[in-house]
């Protein structure tokens, strides 16, 4: 936890649309510019991103205590929640994204910004390479690299095909604007190729036939774009194939939006039926081909093929490359994604941070925590601890581990506790250490790790910021926990994830909405929330009008069919 004082920080940015650009070793080893405009005072910070972890990283940091230089390829904020409506005209792309400059400028302190992608990092000598993926026709190098004394990564994560043949071709992606604005152009593209006059019927359904595959909330938000655009817009201009038009989501589980609660998926999955949204659940998708999808019904095994129009894939996130790589260097190769420890730290690489989808709290490590916690507590070795003991052990891993509340606190662990309680006999008052982690475990194995949302990745940007701010201060006066293992206190608390709710916009102006404390809200009023929800939480007043009016002149005008 030893941070100097004006440390660097270096916050690196991804390239989210996908392929990153192959870099030679000689470029990363010898002829690389290194910039450094630094102030020597200060510690240099790099960040990588400007998506939702770099940006409110970047937006609560005071930039006058470090010497702050960004990196991304993509020189704007966008808010991603609202990619679904792009791609279908609800709101243009240009309402929800926010120069990147226009954020950092209103910043303390001097922030640089560089449009490039990091290639490579350098964990040893703390270093980034970097290549600009502007064209390369303009003059003078692309290439360049940057040192460190902190590294914050927050390049996010890409589009997961699980390999599957024919996906990267064949299928279209969300996670970028300009995917976005693709689907949008195909969308249009597929009705104006049905109404051709030299198609057969059998063609012009196979054009209309839009399939997503994924009943995630993005797969299922997307399906209800699509839907409300074609009966509210496209029908009235194309109405000789208004009967030919199929939307199927195609999911491996039993049912779509699973993260939620049962309620929200029975919900969708009626509304949809209502609609004529076809759901195949239990299907898995083996190839998808220019024409054809093919998929297995994961139950008997069958393995059939359906025609399509348009695929969009939406089956959740993998590791980007670049770090992929750094988890080679520095020794978490075996694991699937980037651990970092509860205070947002990389393990095995002092210096370097990892916040937003590209990282993962290592939750295991926490549970073995507390589990030494328990065994330290019953000092006797009887393998019990009275109630009071009890309770100040959980008070203990609280203040240490603020992250595992909900599971203390959880109706599932109130009720063990009862449990384990009763053949001691109440009046002996005693629990059962062995019993309780047991349930632990159990409540471990299905919470493994928070989920990759915007959410998460700004409660870690926010974090990391005020950490930074105070890294002089706390060092005198720590404020975290007592160290487990050694003595002292942590410097800082350990970063603690506020669940705020989530919602699942259903088309048809319904929206279903799980929020704090197991309440569930679905409906058209549910929308409403939704509206006024995502308004205010757009980076800029800017953002925050251009959106209210895409949605005012979409329900005066309708959304604009134009291929453009
Ligand atoms: P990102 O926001 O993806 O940002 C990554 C940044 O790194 C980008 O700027 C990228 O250009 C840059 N970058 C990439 N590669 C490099 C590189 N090599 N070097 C430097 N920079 C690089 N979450 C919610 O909570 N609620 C929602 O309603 C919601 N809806 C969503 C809808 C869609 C369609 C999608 C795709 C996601 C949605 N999410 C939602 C999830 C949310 O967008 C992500 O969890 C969030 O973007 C993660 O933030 P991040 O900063 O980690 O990554």
Request: with cysteine; charged share 25%; net charge negative.
């Amino acid at each position: 936890h030893g941070y100097p004082a004006y440390s660097k920080l270096l916050v690196l940015c991804t390239l989210s649309s996908g392929g990153l650009v192959a870099y030679s070793e000689s470029q990363s080893d010898v002829g690389t510019p290194s910039i450094d405009s630094s102030d020597p005072k200060k510690k240099k910070v790099v960040v990588l991103g400007t998506g939702w972890a770099a940006t409110s990283f970047v937006k609560d940091l005071d930039a006058s205590l470090y010497d702050v230089q960004v990196v991304s390829p993509r020189n704007y904020f966008a808010f991603t929640p609202l990619l679904p409506s792009v791609t279908c005209g609800t709101v243009e792309a240009r309402s929800i994204v926010e120069p990147i400059r226009n954020i950092i400028k209103k910043r303390r302190g001097e922030i640089q910004y560089w449009e490039a992608e990091c290639v490579k990092l350098d964990a040893v000598n703390k270093t980034v390479f970097c290549q600009s993926n502007i064209d390369n026709n303009l003059a003078g190098s692309s290439d360049f690299s940057l040192e460190y004394d902190y590294l914050v990564i927050a390049i996010g994560a890409q589009v997961n095909t699980f390999n599957t043949p024919g996906v990267k071709e064949n299928c279209h992606f969300l996670k970028e604007v300009e995917d976005a604005l693709k689907i949008r152009r195909t969308v249009i593209d597929c009705f104006e190729k049905a109404v051709l006059p030299s198609l057969s019927e059998e063609e012009r359904r196979t054009n209309l036939h839009f399939v997503i595959v994924g009943g995630g909330p993005t797969g299922v938000e997307f399906a209800a774009e699509l839907h409300d655009f074609v009966e509210e817009d496209l029908i009235k201009i194309y109405p000789t194939v208004k009967d030919l038009l199929k939307i199927t989501i195609i999911q491996s589980g039993d049912h779509v939006l699973n993260m939620f609660d049962e309620r929200i998926s029975a919900f969708a999955e009626a509304k949809f039926s209502r609609d004529g949204i076809e759901v195949q659940t239990g299907c898995r998708v083996v190839s998808v081909s220019e024409k054809e999808i093919t998929m297995k019904v994961k139950s008997k095994g069958e393995v059939y093929s359906i025609p399509h129009g348009l695929v969009v894939w939406s089956t959740g996130v993998g590791t980007r490359p670049v770090v992929r790589d750094f988890m080679e260097q520095i020794g978490q190769g075996k694991r699937r994604i980037l651990a970092t420890d509860e205070w947002l730290r990389v393990k095995g690489s002092e210096s370097v941070y990892a916040i937003g989808d590209c990282a993962t709290i290592d939750q295991r490590k926490i549970m073995e925590d507390i589990s030494s916690i328990f065994e330290v507590a019953d000092r006797n070795n009887s393998g019990t601890l009275t109630v009071e003991e009890f309770q100040e052990v959980i008070d203990d891993i609280l203040i240490r581990y603020p992250q595992v509340e909900h599971y203390l606190r959880s109706k599932h662990l109130q009720d063990v506790t009862d449990l384990l309680r009763g053949p001691l006999g109440n009046d002996r008052q005693e629990i059962d250490i062995e019993g309780f982690k047991l349930a632990l475990s159990h409540v471990d194995s299905q919470t493994k790790s928070l989920p990759a949302t915007a959410q998460v990745a700004s409660q870690q940007g926010a974090y990391l910021a005020r950490c930074f701010n105070r890294m002089e201060n706390c060092q005198d006066n720590p404020e975290g926990p007592r160290r487990f293992r050694g003595s002292g206190r942590h410097r800082f608390l350990p970063f603690r994830y506020k669940h705020f709710g989530q919602f699942a916009p259903l088309g048809g102006e319904q929206a279903a909405a799980e929020l704090p404390g197991d309440w569930v809200s679905m409906g058209h009023s549910t929308q409403w929330l939704w509206y006024s929800v995502y308004a205010s939480k757009q980076v800029s007043w800017r953002t925050r009008m251009l959106v209210i009016s895409d949605w005012t002149r979409r329900f005066i005008f309708g959304r604009d069919s134009s291929r453009i």
